[in-house]
């Protein structure tokens, strides 16, 4: 399973990014999504989830109503729209992939994701 994350790049702040996802599997549809996002010396950060069919998604608490995950199963992607950027939004963003969820779940917990993207950079000036 490869899983290839683009999009990233440099953006002001109160400017807008959509990050996508590409991944390499037969069954992505069977896959719930997550983004992540690391900045060094820290903690990954739980960004985004979304289940399978796109019914359910999660938030973090930072990015909740400023971001929206979603999916297009048909083209195995899934994308996360980022609006209203800060400063403090800057990090590597990681697309995660979880194949051992059920239908409608969502995961906010990077331990649940088996595969993983290499990560793409957001940097948003201030």
């Known amino acids: 399973v490869q899983l290839q994350a683009s999009g990233g790049g440099l953006v002001q702040a109160g400017g807008s990014l959509r990050l996508s996802c590409t991944v390499s599997v037969p069954t992505f549809s069977r896959y719930v999504m997550g983004w992540f996002r690391q900045v060094p010396g820290k903690e990954r950060e739980f960004v985004a989830s979304i289940s399978w069919s796109g019914t359910r998604r999660d938030y973090g608490t930072s990015v909740k109503g400023r971001f929206t995950i979603s999916r297009d199963n048909a083209e195995n992607t899934v994308f996360l729209q980022m609006h209203s950027l800060k400063p403090e939004d800057t990090a590597v963003y990681y697309c995660?992939?979880?194949?051992?969820?059920?239908?409608?779940?969502?995961?906010?917990?990077?331990?649940?994701?088996?595969?993983w993207g290499q990560g793409t950079l957001v940097t948003v000036s201030s």
């Open positions: 995660a992939a979880d194949d051992n969820a059920v239908s409608g779940a969502v995961s906010n917990t990077a331990q649940r994701y088996e595969y």
